[in-house]
């Protein structure tokens, strides 16, 4: 511990003493500023004038290692020593020191300044030039430009501005002065202002308007003897400079409008200015055929219009169009416009190759030319796809003498053996001089599939060079004939009857009637056996009947119905109109409390009355009683109890009805045709419901002729309650009202709509359009309100599995005398009949799922396959017969909107683990892109969540400074 003790006093001695000895040194000088800073070797012996601190003590002022006199004023704090002599240039150190140590060190340069060195180019391109001097030996300057007067001096820091020079030759003497006053001249400095510009030619200039990608301009000298030149396209320079002998190359132009602006230098330096470059402005148009391609386009006689067009869409081109046969014939006129539309013959040896020429000018001025060439293959027609007898195929578009050979397929690739091709079916010709034939199909037990192949022998213009020798059509399908047999009972056991005649059965599909086949109580069709669904009306025509008539659908050869006995109850009464006519042919409807889907019919005889037979064991009271006749109003009696008249008279009775029959927007205005007529304005009023909630009624009505018009809203979602009486009082706003709504088409893409107001009663509406009929029926209390339907036949636009099996989508819409749509519980059932292609769909394909029916909620979800799926147990009827080419099938909805045949989505979206689900909702699939490619978008988002907490996490320990260590 002693020894611990003195060292640490031993230490502390030697800290003191240390600080004591350096408090008791002196500073050694420090220099702050001296001058000059250069020397001039060419001078005799100047002083150096040091500014520097700590000069009290004894000095020595060391130049270039060599000690110098010097003298010291230490209340200044400044040295004058004299600066030893140097013949060359170069720089030296100098210091001052004392005893206590060394200054900073300071560097002394010595210069030649025996001349200016002033470098002045010989010409100027510029009427203004800065010139700056850089000598280190002198600090001031003054100048005299040509004869002007010599100028005052300036600091050397400031460059001679000389301004407005005029072209041609110019002198500059200059003269410097250093910090001692010593005073040199420069000799006069000689130089030229040309300030006049090149100008250059463009030659090999494309038109204003060009179809060429490749751009080769070749530049030349018109004034100024440029050497090279820049240019720039569409403001863009380019990367360096292009000698005047070397052409402009642009290549691989995208289509659009260019402008081209070149300078040139010349060999002096003076550019050409931006103001007046060499400029041209041009645009590459593509004036292609949009329909060309390598492989020439097939067109069908008569059946589809091949319109041509170029994607320039300007008004700067005329574009003329022929269209010419393999003879070189011109077929029909010149046409002109920016599209042309091509549709082939239909008669006479039509078939074969034509070409599209087509020719652009633009300035009078052939600009670009092109041709497509089509394919006519000659075709074969027929009545029908679906086959139960024979039928003719009619050839049209090859010479009328060409030999044709006719063959049968069992598929599109392989050929049938010879010997068994009459198991499909066999050729007739129809007669001797025609072409055309007839086929006979075999009898078959099942649904047979064919195609037809006919092949050209000696017709010039079809070849198998150019592909139109040969046709194959198809599938066709032979229906075998089959027995239906539908066997009747009661609750007793089988029916007897004692006349034929008393029982009938009415098939809907094939319109058939057959009468019951006594003593065996069954009735017995020949039909198609097309493993559809056929639906059946049994009526009894005994009067009063003994069974209730009924209406049912099958899909099997043999079915056993049990009909019901009429019952001791009944519902009779009579109908008249408001002037207390009376009215037969009424339908007369009753259904009890509570039901959705039964109702029992009659209709009025030729005295007006009528009698409504009900089952065994009918409730007694709760009934609703419904007339309706073509031209009345509905009407309604509720709470009405059996075996009691119930009578349509007095405020019961039918009233003749108005019905809006036209409700048409043209332009500004929506035309409104009623029948009967309008008379008046009074006699209408419409309001208007708009999605923005500014809902109103029309003040301005005008009428005209029979005709109402009013002003189209300015809104893009719009429905028109329109309330109009023609019939009673012809005011709508008292008595009798007929409604109608007219909702704005949800889709710019209908084809073609109609409206019709139908009330509890129900009814039939239909749209016909491209020889396809779909149609919509209410039944009795299908719905619980008078609503409006509409009906739209809308075009596809996108290829989508959804709607693949109908040629158009459709939409249905029921709107209420309010504007909105009716919900499901206002709809008991309504029966859709879709119109489908014989040859895409086959017999049995919709009941054994090979194609299916879809409803979505609106047009977009019906093309992203987010449908739902409507079961096969709704169908009612399928006719895979129907005109031979067209079919219908007929199914039950209680809720509408948009409906399409299609297939299910051959895409599905990814999950996490495969599955496989079956049920009536169809989501997702082939008409929209994947969120995530194989990965399950779920996972995405619960790894994002995860990160997420982890950071928050993450933040809160950090903020609170809690650390975890293992």
């Known amino acids: 511990m002693s020894f611990i003790y003195a060292l640490k006093r031993l230490i502390m001695s030697m800290s003191i003493l240390l600080v004591l000895t350096c408090l008791a040194q002196a500073e050694p000088p420090v220099i702050q500023d001296f001058y000059p ?101 002198y600090t001031q300057y003054k100048y005299k430009l040509d004869e002007n007067a010599w100028s005052e001096f300036k600091g050397i820091e400031n460059p001679i501005q000389l301004r407005d020079l005029e072209d041609g030759p110019h002198s500059l003497i200059i003269i410097g002065k250093d910090s001692v006053n010593n005073q040199l001249s420069s000799e006069p400095k000689l130089f030229t202002i040309n300030t006049t510009e090149p100008e250059i030619y463009l030659h090999n200039l494309p038109q204003t308007l060009t179809t060429q990608h490749d751009i080769f301009i070749t530049v030349t000298a018109k004034t100024g003897d440029p050497v090279e030149y820049l240019f720039r396209l569409n403001g863009i320079p380019s990367n360096e400079m292009i000698s005047i002998t070397d052409p402009i190359n642009l290549t691989s132009l995208d289509e659009g409008v260019y402008t081209l602006c070149v300078t040139s230098v010349n060999d002096l330096g003076v550019w050409q200015s931006l103001e007046n470059a060499a400029c041209h402005t041009w645009e590459i148009i ?17 059946t589809k219009s091949c319109v041509y067009t170029t994607n320039y869409t300007g008004e700067n081109v005329i574009f003329s169009w022929e269209v ?27 078939a074969g190759l034509y070409k599209v020429s087509m020719a652009a000018k633009a300035n009078g001025q052939d600009l670009y030319n092109d041709e497509a060439t089509v394919k006519v293959p000659f075709t074969i027609e027929t009545d029908q ?39 499909i079916g066999r050729w007739e010709r129809v007669d001797a001089s025609s072409l055309n034939m007839t086929f006979y199909p075999a009898d078959v037990d099942k649904i047979t599939n064919f195609w037809v192949r006919v092949s050209v022998e000696d017709d010039l213009d079809l070849t198998e060079e150019n592909g139109l020798h040969q046709l194959i059509t198809g599938p066709y399908n032979i229906l075998p004939m089959a027995e239906f047999t539908i066997i009747l009972s009661d609750e007793n056991g089988l029916i007897s009857t004692t006349t034929n005649n008393d029982i009938t059965v009415h098939d809907m599909v094939l319109l058939k009637n057959q009468n019951l086949t006594s003593p065996e109580s069954k009735v017995v069709f020949e039909l198609p056996d097309s493993g559809g669904t056929y639906r059946f009306s049994v009526k009894d025509n005994r009067v009063p009947p003994v069974y209730m008539e009924q209406t049912f659908s099958i899909n099997s050869k043999e079915t056993t119905v049990v009909l019901q006995h009429v019952g001791l109850d009944t519902i009779v009464g009579s109908v008249e109109n408001t002037d207390g006519n009376i009215l037969n042919n009424v339908q007369v409807a009753a259904f009890p409390m509570g039901e959705k889907y039964v109702s029992y019919k009659s209709q009025t005889a030729a005295n007006g009355k009528y009698t409504l037979y009900l089952p065994e064991l009918a409730p007694i009271d709760g009934w609703s009683v419904i007339a309706g006749m073509e031209g009345y109003a509905s009407s309604l009696k509720t709470n009405q109890q059996l075996n009691s008249e119930i009578l349509f008279s007095g405020t019961d009775a039918l009233q003749s009805k108005t019905v809006i029959t036209m409700v048409e927007p043209m332009g500004d205005k929506i035309y409104i045709r009623a029948n009967p007529i309008f008379t008046a304005s009074s006699q209408i009023d419409v309001y208007r419901i708009q999605a923005d909630g500014k809902n109103t009624y029309y003040d301005e009505i005008n009428f005209n002729n029979g005709l109402i018009t009013i002003a189209t809203p300015n809104v893009t979602d719009y429905t028109l309650i329109i309330m109009a009486d023609t019939v009673e009082n012809g005011d709508p706003d008292t008595g009798y009202a007929a409604y109608h709504a007219y909702r704005k088409n949800l889709s710019d893409r209908v084809l073609k709509r109609v409206d019709s107001t139908i009330d509890i009663f129900g009814g039939t509406i239909s749209l016909t359009n491209e020889n396809q009929t779909m149609k919509v029926t209410v039944p009795v209390n299908g719905i619980t309100r008078t609503t409006t339907l509409t009906l739209e036949q809308i075009e596809k636009t996108t290829s989508c599995n959804a709607t693949s099996g109908s040629d158009y989508i459709y939409a249905v819409h029921a709107t209420s005398s309010q504007g909105k749509s009716l919900a499901s519980g206002e709809i008991n059932q309504i029966l859709i009949s879709l119109p489908f292609n014989l040859r895409d769909i086959q017999a049995g394909d919709l009941e054994n799922g090979i194609w299916f029916l879809y409803r979505a909620n609106s047009l977009e979800d019906m093309e992203a396959h987010k449908t739902e799926l409507i079961p096969v147990t709704n169908i009612l009827q399928s006719n895979y017969l129907g005109d031979g080419k067209i079919g219908y099938v007929t199914f039950l909805v209680d809720h509408l909107s948009v409906f399409a045949i299609g297939k299910p989505a051959d895409i599905v979206p990814p999950t996490s683990t495969p599955s496989v689900i079956l049920n009536d909702s169809d989501d997702g699939g082939d008409c929209f892109i994947s969120v995530a490619k194989g990965q399950d978008f779920s996972m995405v988002v619960l790894y994002g969540i995860n990160l997420l907490l982890i950071l928050i996490v993450s933040v809160y320990f950090w903020r609170k400074k809690i650390v975890f260590s293992v």
């Open 324 to 350: 010419h046969n393999e003879n070189g014939d011109q077929i029909g006129d010149t046409a002109y416009g920016e599209s042309f539309s091509f549709t082939p013959p239909t008669t006479g040896a039509y």
């Open 37 to 137: 800073k250069t020397v001039n070797i060419n001078t005799s012996q100047s002083a150096l004038v040091i500014f520097a601190e700590n000069l009290s003590d004894p000095l020595t002022v060391v130049i270039n290692g060599e000690s110098v006199p010097y003298t010291k004023d230490v209340e200044l704090e400044k040295i004058t020593c004299t600066i030893p002599p140097m013949e060359t240039s170069g720089s030296v150190i100098f210091t001052v020191q004392n005893i206590d140590g060394i200054s900073n060190e300071k560097i002394l340069t010595y210069a030649d300044c025996s001349d200016l060195n002033i470098q002045l180019p010989s010409v100027y391109p510029y009427k203004n030039i800065d010139i700056t001097l850089n000598n280190d030996c």
């Open 385 to 423: 796809y679906t086959i139960i007898k024979d039928s003719i195929f009619r050839v049209k578009g090859t010479e009328a003498g060409a030999t044709l050979i006719w063959d049968i397929l069992a598929n599109e690739n392989d050929l049938m053996e010879v010997e068994n091709s009459e198991l």
């Open 286 to 302: 593509d004036l292609a055929i949009a329909h060309n391609s390598i492989t020439p386009t097939e067109v069908l006689a008569g």
